[in-house]
């Protein structure tokens, strides 16, 4: 299995542009997260899904839009980046609520810089 | 208030010395508690989940007191290897398993 996987590993950005944040899961895992670290600070969460068509905003998800067509793919959309967008994204899944594994695991994360 | 706080650090530990330290957490709803890891400029891993008796795991071992709402990590015979930023984290299993993060503990492990 190969986890999650995310891609880019990095990106550029210039103000206004526009991108998506692939992630995508082999592990069968009904939900999926999207969160962001800025430099010396915890995760917040921007979106997540506890399945394929469902999304929710979390903490942060001023500036971003989701989609969950499948179980396995849960890409995060960027439409106008801004420099505050700058910042490390990383994508989590888990078993659903209620199963004894609640760890979730995460993608090794997209470092995006908004210039 | 943030809903989970640690101390930033950093915490200098000697190699082969104990190092504990606390999180807190402010939401009483919250179920689960867990300690992430996370090396420097990579995704955070599970280190272990703290259960109400507390629990050990090696060297690693965590508490979790409810009445006071913190939990509580402690790390003996300190290698370098476990020089890493340790993140606090709680679930509310309602609405998605969400975790909330701490802003992480940063231990520096030296010879």
């Known amino acids: 299995n190969a986890g999650v996987t995310q891609t880019p590993k990095f990106r550029i950005l210039k103000i206004g542009q526009s991108m998506t944040l692939q992630c995508t899961q082999d592990?069968?895992?009904?939900?999926m997260y999207w969160y962001r670290q800025d430099p010396g600070m915890g995760l917040k969460l921007i979106y997540y899904?506890?399945?394929?068509?469902?999304?929710d905003k979390g903490e942060v998800p001023n500036g971003y839009n989701v989609s969950r067509s499948t179980t396995e793919d849960f890409p995060l959309r960027l439409e106008l980046a801004a420099p505050s967008q700058t910042s490390v994204y990383f994508c989590?899944?888990?078993?659903?609520?209620?199963?004894?594994?609640?760890?979730?695991?995460f993608g090794p994360g997209t470092r995006l810089l908004v210039l | 208030r943030k809903e989970v706080e640690q101390d930033p650090g950093p915490f200098n530990v000697p190699e082969g010395a104990t190092v504990a330290f606390n999180c807190t957490y402010s939401?009483?709803?919250?179920?689960?508690f867990f300690w992430y890891r996370q090396d420097c400029r990579k995704e955070p891993k599970l280190l272990m989940s703290?259960?109400?008796s507390g629990n050990e795991d090696g060297r690693f071992t965590a508490q979790l007191n409810r009445a006071s709402q913190y939990i509580s990590l402690l790390i003996r015979d300190s290698k370098l290897s476990d020089s890493a930023t340790y993140l606090c984290?709680?679930?509310?299993?309602?609405?998605?398993?969400?975790?909330?993060f701490g802003g992480g503990t940063r231990v520096l492990v030296k010879p």
């Open positions: 989590a899944s888990s078993y659903p609520a209620g199963v004894l594994k609640e760890t979730q695991y």
């Open positions: 899904s506890v399945g394929a068509g469902i999304t």
């Open positions: 939401n009483s709803a919250s179920q689960s």
């Open positions: 984290v709680s679930l509310i299993k309602a609405a998605g398993n969400k975790l909330t």
């Open positions: 592990m069968n895992h009904n939900y």
């Open positions: 703290v259960y109400s």
